[in-house]
């Protein structure tokens, strides 16, 4: 993947489902920052996003394989590539109108509920119960505790392919130069989130939430056309069709995440985190008539998936993530 190009780039519904939810997405206009919500925001973007790409992925797989799926290929998120999208775009993508519910309706099977986050006393006890040795930074911007550690269990997923629900979503967002192909129905992709701690630090106003965990695993036939069906994802993002195509064929999508991120309120850049490649985005949001900035860090390292959120200063935040044992 060409990272110099990539950061270059800037049952059935009710029949009246369409029309109101049009209505609804033109009244919402909203300025997304990173908080710790701001971290399950991106998450449940990327996680519909994800899910979309899956259901146009098996779009392309031939129904004569359909009996056929002797093996599957596994996708483990090593990179991360940020794609500019508009705010208003993120807010649809993530009201309850059009959540992940409505993107693919009835089609996706709960396969393991992660139930309410739940809080420990140490890092050590949230580890074991999230089945990994959790890493601490030995560097904390002074003035800041840790005030809470919780874990959010895992969480899995069946999609089931269906053509006329992903054409109703396209058609709902008015994109209408994209085809769907018919070989859809009946195939099946999982998408699998391991357990992830939160350690939050705060100290009375400020607050910034570490995050870590295995990386989200994705299976689907193998021998799908991944950059096609990427695109589908990039275009329900809102990317324009000659972007969504060029960003989607230079995207590696065995191994890569995308990160929506508000456009023109927002600045990114690929950075460093102890030998591996991180991402570090800064936005900017309105908060009682006045500019306040977050960040976010995210990178992984030997299947670990790593993330910072919060008005922490970007180079206290790289002090941070470099500072993990």
């Known amino acids: 993947m060409d990272d110099e190009f990539l950061y270059s780039l800037h049952a059935d519904p009710p029949a009246q489902f369409a029309e109101r939810l049009r209505a609804r997405l033109a009244r919402r206009e909203e300025t997304v920052s990173w908080t710790g919500d701001g971290w399950r925001l991106t998450w449940r973007i990327g996680g519909a996003a994800a899910a979309a790409m899956l259901l146009g992925l098996l779009f392309t797989f031939p129904t004569v394989r359909a009996s056929a799926q002797a093996f599957l290929d596994l996708f483990r998120v090593i990179n991360f590539t940020a794609v500019p999208v508009e705010p208003a775009r993120i807010s649809r993508l993530s009201g309850d109108d059009l959540g992940l519910r409505y993107l693919i309706g009835e ?87 391991l357990p992830i701690v939160r350690v939050t630090y705060g100290n009375g106003g400020e607050q910034m939430d570490f995050f870590q965990g295995q990386s989200p695993e994705v299976s689907l036939p193998a021998g ?37 991120v508000p456009a023109h309120t927002t600045a990114f850049r690929q950075v460093e985190v102890q030998g591996n490649r991180g991402l570090l985005m800064r936005a900017v949001s309105t908060s009682q008539g006045r500019e306040v900035a977050s960040n976010m860090l995210v990178w992984s390292e030997g299947g670990y998936v790593y993330g910072m959120a919060g008005r922490v200063g970007m180079l206290p935040m790289l002090e941070m993530a470099n500072s993990l044992r």
Do not use: C, Y
């Not at 003035?143 to 053509?163: C, F, N, P, Y």
């Not at 972007?243 to 590696?252: N, S």
């Open 224 to 260: 799908v056309d991944l950059a096609e069906l990427g695109e589908i994802a990039l275009r329900i993002l809102g990317l324009e069709r000659g972007e969504a195509h060029r960003l989607a064929q230079a995207i590696d999508w065995r191994s890569t995440l995308i990160v929506p």
């Open 107 to 193: 089609q996706v099977e709960m396969l393991r509920d992660p139930g309410k986050a739940r809080r420990f006393a140490t890092p050590e006890l949230a580890g074991a119960a999230a089945g990994i040795g959790v890493r601490l930074p030995e560097v904390v911007p002074a003035g800041l505790v840790m005030t809470q550690i919780e874990v959010e269990g895992e969480r899995a997923m069946r999609v089931t392919g269906d053509t006329f629900r992903l054409r109703q979503l396209l058609d709902t967002l008015e994109i209408r130069d994209l085809s769907v192909p018919e070989t859809l129905n009946g195939q099946t992709a999982t998408l699998r989130v």
